[in-house]
């Protein structure tokens, strides 16, 4: 896909499996410590799991860790409803979704 001669990154969500625009998922990432980090600013280095702006999608990631197997490295959640909260946040910060017509 491209857009305006350039090339638009697909990610997909872990949780509902639907291949998006980078741009328009939150993307998760394990900080040094081990634990997992709402990655919203800085490089993005290093692996990252992405999550859809679904309420559903993100419950469904913290809940049942779906994140592991994505980010290949023992990763922990020291508080999900932290991190449930910084998912939302991050999610109202993307730009609107897209329209298809």
């Known amino acids: 896909m491209t857009k305006a001669g350039g090339f ?10 639907e291949r998006l625009p980078q741009s328009e998922l939150i993307r998760l990432g394990r900080a040094a410590s081990g634990e997992l980090i709402v990655a919203t600013s800085g490089p993005r280095l290093g692996r990252g799991a992405y999550c859809c702006r679904q309420t559903s999608c993100m419950e469904k990631t913290v809940t049942k860790k779906l994140f592991t197997k994505t980010l290949r490295a023992p990763t922990r959640v020291a508080d999900a409803a932290r991190l449930l909260q910084e998912m939302r946040e991050a999610a109202a910060k993307l730009n609107p979704p897209r329209k298809d017509s």
């Open 8 to 17: 638009i990154p697909l990610r997909r969500c872990v949780a509902c499996r």
